[in-house]
């Protein structure tokens, strides 16, 4: 099939180049304007939709700030934030920029895990010591794809996570007033009692 394909792609090049040589340079200049013209506008078009897809489809969907100003309202001798879980949208550093907004720079932020290295696995454990030794209120956490994590490629699921939290009863369950956003896009924030 290739030698076919490859003969017809010859003589559509042939047949293409003998019409334009026919053709006088004043309609062959007109040609190429509108064919340079119709390349620019369909090259503009797919930029702007790229862009408009890009910009709308990697927003951040978490209303964070809400869950900020939540954490600073109820914060008490410069308690602590952990982070459970970070990723691109949701993490130390960008809970840090709304604290600094919000006014709350005199409260700490951390991430668990810390280090993926250290801690390649969930340990509730290891979450629980930290916390105390980070004199951490609050835990954030997020449901950002569902039920899934992306947890070092484990299987490891939220509900997973959230049932060793509740059993360890160092954790406050998930309340209405402590829910931002709206399933599967919301922020759950659970206070450390331990």
Same mark, same amino acid.
């Given at each position: 099939?290739?030698p076919v394909?490859? !003969?017809?792609?010859?003589?559509f090049?042939?047949?293409? $180049? ?8 004043? +309609? ?12 620019? @506008? ?42 459970? !879980? ?7 550093? !960008? ?7 919000? %006014?709350?720079?005199q409260?700490?932020? $951390? ?11 969930? +340990?509730? /454990?290891?979450?629980?010591?930290? @916390?105390?030794? @980070? +004199?951490?209120?609050?835990? *954030?956490? /997020?449901?950002?794809? %569902? ?5 070092f ?17 160092? *954790? ?8 931002f ?9 659970? +206070?450390?009692? %331990?």
């Open positions: 099939m290739f394909l490859a !003969i017809a792609a010859a003589v090049i042939t047949f293409t $180049y003998t019409e334009i040589r026919k053709l006088k340079r004043k +309609n062959l200049t007109k040609i190429s304007a509108a064919i340079l013209i119709v390349l620019t @506008c369909l090259s503009v078009f797919f930029s702007v939709n790229d862009t408009i897809y890009w910009t709308t489809a990697d927003k951040a969907p978490f209303e964070l700030e809400p869950a900020i100003a939540y954490a600073v309202a109820h914060d008490s001798s410069n308690q602590s934030i952990m982070v459970l !879980i970070p990723n691109n949208y949701f993490s130390e550093s !960008i809970i840090e920029f709304y604290l600094l907004k919000d %006014g709350g720079s409260i700490q932020v $951390y991430n668990y895990p810390w280090s993926r290295i250290i801690v390649p696995t969930f +340990n509730i /454990t290891v979450l629980i010591s930290r @916390c105390k030794e @980070c +004199n951490v209120k609050f835990l *954030f956490t /997020t449901e950002s794809s %569902g039920n899934n994590l992306d947890y490629n484990s299987t490891v699921t939220l509900m997973d996570i959230f049932d060793q939290l509740y059993s360890s009863n160092n *954790f406050t369950h998930v309340t209405p007033g402590q829910t956003g709206k399933p599967p896009l919301s922020i759950y924030i659970l +206070n450390y009692t %331990g």
